[in-house]
């Protein structure tokens, strides 16, 4: 099984900071890689699909990029909506879905 | 506008079965390259996906609970129903349901359901 890892699991930062969060897979998988934003008591909701393409409605700060077994998410000027759990996740080995463990962005 | 919500028990004991229903709008799965997942959140944890099922009946499950896990469509009414047997309070967890698109092999869940939290407890 392909596992998913993150990091930092905290950072805090301030609005207007650029933040990066990184996953990375424990095997090539492409660009097999999704990113989801999850605030609290609520579903996810998609970010970034196929590593880097920005999904209908989302804010053009988000970015994601990386192919093989490094990602990177970048926010690039934090706002106060943005202050969230964040997951990638693996689509490579289908029918096997694995998300990493998140990454929480809260405020400084 | 494509909408999905969960529903079934809040309390189920241990031992028991398991079963949740989603209920969808806005996209029908009768149609070719349509998926619904299911994915679960334990408390404080993070995501782990459970099952799909496709437009053509195909049905997929996590490997490590494949034993315990059902996934069936009702096209007609909407809906993709999920059953977990032998129940266990480490399946304490909210449970989502998800549209899962697809292409070119790439797979993904958008949008999900708000969720359902279940407790299992005696």
């Known amino acids: 099984d392909i596992q998913m890892t993150q990091s930092p699991s905290s950072l805090s930062a301030s609005v207007g900071d650029r933040v990066t969060i990184t996953c990375r897979a424990s095997?090539?998988?492409?660009?097999?890689l999704n990113w989801y934003q999850q605030k609290p008591g609520k579903a996810p909701k998609l970010l970034i699909y196929a590593a880097s393409s920005l999904q209908s409605g989302v804010p053009s700060r988000f970015s994601g990029s990386g192919s093989g077994t490094d990602f990177t998410l970048t926010i690039s000027s934090l706002q106060p909506e943005d202050f969230a759990t964040y997951y990638c996740q693996q689509s490579y080995s289908p029918p096997l879905f694995t998300f990493g463990p998140g990454t929480n962005v809260d405020i400084k | 506008q494509v909408t999905l919500k969960e529903s079934g028990p809040a309390l189920v004991k241990p031992t028991q079965t398991l079963t949740l229903t989603c209920t969808f709008s806005g996209f029908s799965l009768s149609t070719s390259g349509m998926r619904v997942s299911w994915i679960r959140q334990p408390p404080g944890k993070a995501l782990e996906w459970l099952a799909h099922i496709d437009w053509d009946d195909d049905k997929f499950y996590n490997t490590s609970l494949k034993t315990r896990l059902t996934i069936s469509k009702d096209t007609s009414k909407n809906q993709v129903v999920l059953t977990m047997t032998n129940m266990d309070p480490v399946d304490t967890a909210t449970y989502y349901c998800a549209r899962h698109k697809t292409a070119a092999d790439l797979n993904w869940f958008d949008p999900w359901g708000q969720g359902t939290l279940v407790t299992v407890s005696s």
């Open positions: 095997q090539t998988i492409s660009s097999y």
